[in-house]
């Protein structure tokens, strides 16, 4: 049986791979208001907060499940530091933010997803599975 957290590390590696090839028309960044980015940067997000999650329920460590108290934890734990934990807490607070102006306003927002937001997703995945 195959561990659920390397399931979902191979999920986030391939959604940030396909981020990445959005990219590549964009020299300046990934427009989120475009409907072909928010779908996997909305994937890569709620990948992160599950393996957060589910790293946290097989140490039986109880964090709470709301995304800041998984975070947290893992900081507390020394998974992740401190920094990383806000950059990526950012990011999806961010997105759900966009993506909730979007869905009651109409409003499309242009903001620029760089590849060190990218690259934050891949140190935590490789923090986790190494912790």
């Given amino acids: 049986m195959q561990d659920l957290l390397i399931d979902k590390a191979i999920i986030l590696r391939d959604t ?7 990219a590549q028309p964009y020299a300046s960044g990934i427009s989120l208001s475009d409907q072909n980015v ?3 940067l909305h994937d ?6 599950e393996m957060g999650a589910i790293y946290l329920n097989t ?8 995304t800041h108290q998984i975070f947290d934890t893992l900081v507390d734990l020394d998974v992740i530091d401190r920094a990383l934990s806000k950059r990526l807490l950012s990011l ?9 102006a979007h ?24 923090n986790l599975l190494l912790a």
């Fill in 16 to 22: 940030t791979q396909r981020l990445k090839q959005l």
């Fill in 38 to 40: 928010m779908l996997p």
């Fill in 44 to 49: 890569a997000c709620t990948t992160c907060i």
């Fill in 59 to 66: 140490r039986h460590d109880q964090a709470g499940k709301q």
């Fill in 92 to 100: 999806i607070s961010f997105g759900k933010l966009v993506q909730h």
């Fill in 103 to 126: 869905n009651i306003k109409g409003k499309k927002c242009n903001v620029h997803l760089r590849e060190k937001h990218l690259n934050d997703m891949q140190t935590f995945t490789e």
